[in-house]
């Protein structure tokens, strides 16, 4: 657990540093609106839909997903992505990601701490491909807002580019989530990126999902 602890306050630092670096450089935003719908289709697999869009990155995708529980301690999160970029600069972008994920969870009363190993294969139509390892690690607390059920967290995500063997992304975060009634609820998460090669970015991820 000694590891585990040192990690969590790891995350929780790099969080208070990062969000306090926002008054000391300009750095851009941008937001991804993420609409979609849910379905638990058994006890132990739930699958979801969304669209995509951010204006930033004048980008828009397609994102499906299951979330499989083997044990109540390991989820397998399969995803897939459709994406398209258009801009009146540069020629048209279309490009296919794969994501195989394993999370593994823990929780205690109302908190709850998980860790997902995702594989990210990227695949761009007409360019050459690129391929990640990204390791997050999440601490989330739940309670009772105005009688909605209301998880505050935070995380830290790396990611590792195999192209170029190198450590080259680091997503630090918080976010906040809530059920507005029995089948709709909201999450709206802060991200700061570092990106080795696209430097610093604001991220905004705002997602409202329909439950079946």
Known sequence: MAPLASRIKLVLLLSIFQYASLAQKRTPSAAWLFPGVSWQQSKNVRLQGQLGYNHYFKMGIFYPQAFITVHKNIILNPAYIYAVQKSEEAPTVQEHWLFNAIIFQAARKQLLVDNRNLLWNRFTVGASSTHYYRNRLRVAQSFKAWRA?????????????????????????????SELTSHTYVDVTYIRQWDRYAGRLNLFFITGTLQL
């Open 149 to 177: 059920t209301t998880r505050l967290y935070v995380y830290d995500e790396i990611f590792y580019l195999f192209n170029h063997k190198n450590l080259s992304r680091n997503r630090a975060a918080v976010g906040l989530s």
